[in-house]
């Protein structure tokens, strides 16, 4: 089957997990919903266009190639903001007008912010017959994005380059071989050494139920576990996700 790959590197990445209160932490891996976002972006769609973010959503099933979750950073953050009251009363299409407050009107919040660093993942992107973008168009889109692309937080940019590929190969674990064959004729034609060493080894593979139960017909691999995550979109403008299951199978060395 065709499946779209990419890489996504970065010195910060940010994968955002369910948040309450003032702690933000971080996945070691995108999501769904980050991958989505991403592909959004890259397509130049509108947060605010809740049919479009819905359709890619339900239009494409993903995978996620882990060779590197990175390092923890953890940032202690303090940010300005207005009040509740004045932020009703005062229209804040940007960051800007939501400050445009005298500072004895402003106040200080805190909070912990969990970062990923030197992480790096391989995504595979399959698409239904009804999808409303081929591979071949989200391909070029990758290539030349209409919105900056970021890992997750806007003070995390990519990278390297996406080099995003279609590739055709009976399973995801097959496809992802062939994209990490090319990755490595890439670098061997520079001087600098894979971000992962010698070789770019995937340690893990992440994938939802959307690829069907039978493992080896679809991944090439058998799942070690599975976990609940909640980052199935319900909708992008009040932020709110429901619960998705996800199966990971560890590679063995």
């Not at 493992?215 to 429901?242: C, E, H, N, P, Y």
Request: hydrophobic share 40%; glycine share 6%; with cysteine.
């Amino acid at each position: 089957m065709e499946t779209l790959i990419f890489q996504l590197q970065g010195t910060m990445a940010a994968w955002g997990e369910v948040a309450v209160g003032e702690y933000r932490p971080s996945a070691d891996y995108p999501g769904q919903s980050a991958i989505d976002g991403l592909l959004a972006a890259a397509l130049g769609i509108d947060r605010d266009d809740h049919a479009a973010h819905m359709a890619l959503c339900n239009s494409y099933r993903i995978a996620i190639g882990v060779v590197s979750t990175g390092r923890l950073l953890r940032d202690y953050h303090t940010a300005q903001v207005p009040g509740r009251t004045d932020l009703k009363k005062r229209p804040h299409a940007t960051r800007r007008d939501e400050l445009s407050l005298p500072k004895q009107d402003l106040n200080t919040i805190l909070s912990t912010r969990d970062y990923r660093q030197d992480a790096s993942v391989l995504v595979a992107v399959q698409a239904y017959a009804d999808a409303p973008y081929t591979l071949v168009q989200l391909v070029e889109a990758l290539k030349k994005p209409r919105f900056i692309l970021y890992l997750g937080r806007k003070s995390c940019p990519i990278a390297a380059p996406l080099h995003p590929c279609i590739l055709d190969a009976s399973t995801v674990v097959a496809a992802l071989s062939t994209y990490q064959q090319q990755l490595m004729a890439l670098w061997q034609k520079t001087s600098v050494a894979p971000p992962a060493g010698n070789e770019i080894t995937i340690q893990k593979i992440v994938w939802g139920d959307d690829f069907g139960t039978d493992d080896l017909a679809t991944m090439g691999v058998l799942r070690d576990f599975s976990i609940t995550r909640k980052d199935q979109l319900i909708t992008r403008q009040g932020w709110l996700f429901a619960d998705r299951s996800e199966h990971i199978a560890l590679m063995k060395e």
